[in-house]
């Protein structure tokens, strides 16, 4: 029996990632360890198809999971509960405008558990990353009032999901309605879940082969498409609204 080791990566920027087949399938997908968190490094292993996720006081972990769950922006499910959320109207979305409180608010403290997997560290390499307009945020108000949330990277035509949170019933799940149809309409081909949750199950995400998501990957990490914008994504309860049931 041959032991299985992750590769691990020295601490220069940018870091070269190994090949995303080389990942353990025990534990499922880890492919590297070490490196660190500087914006070359984090575009190189969004571009590769592995991304960042660990605990502190642990070393930084880079994953490929096989299977991995995506969401295909135009077959996202709304359930009509979800749809008479929409309908009434109490939310108001942005895009990136509150990018910096949206992942501090995806840290925190969960009611029913500890804070994130997001230590400074790793919220510093984002905001960083967002400067060169890789990073962006989609954020749900109510009474000017951030009410909840998601971010993410986007590598091209793919949309690479990280966090979420709600502090109002659904507004996670109002963003990313908003977040799909913006996409779907801005061209954009999939939302990478990376490992599906019964939550993200409900909404439509699914799980496809590694090497079908990195065949995705390569074919439209190079798409030169523009973010959607709020106008954009206002449509969800123009859509909503006009559906009726």
Wanted: hydrophobic content about 40%.
């Amino acid at each position: 029996m041959v032991l299985e080791l992750p590769v691990f990566l020295g601490a220069r920027s940018p870091v070269t990632f190994p090949e995303p087949d080389k990942a353990l399938s025990e534990p499922n997908g880890l492919l590297a360890v070490g490196g660190n968190l500087e914006p070359d490094t984090l575009i190189a292993a969004y571009r590769t198809g592995c991304f960042p996720w660990y605990q502190p006081p642990d070393p930084i972990l880079w994953w490929s999971p096989d299977p991995r769950a995506v969401l295909y922006p135009g077959e996202i499910h709304v359930s009509r509960t979800l749809r008479r959320v929409l309908r009434r109207g109490q939310y108001r979305i942005t895009t990136d405008a509150a990018l910096t409180e949206v992942i501090s608010a995806c840290a925190a403290a969960r009611k029913n558990g500890p804070g994130t997997w997001l230590d400074d560290a790793m919220i510093e390499g984002y905001l960083r990353l967002a400067n060169s307009g890789w990073v962006h945020s989609v954020e749900c108000w109510m009474d000017d009032e951030l009410a909840g949330g998601l971010y993410g990277v986007a590598v091209g035509g793919i949309f690479c999901g990280e966090s979420m949170f709600s502090r109002r019933a659904d507004a996670s799940k109002v963003a990313l309605v908003h977040l799909a149809k913006g996409l779907s309409v801005a061209g954009f081909r999939l939302i990478d879940c990376q490992v599906a949750s019964e939550h993200l199950r409900t909404l439509g995400a699914v799980d496809i082969d590694r090497e079908m998501f990195l065949a995705e990957l390569a074919r439209h990490r190079d798409a030169d498409l523009v973010w959607p914008s709020v106008d954009i994504c206002s449509m969800v309860n123009r859509d909503e609204n006009a559906d009726g049931k």
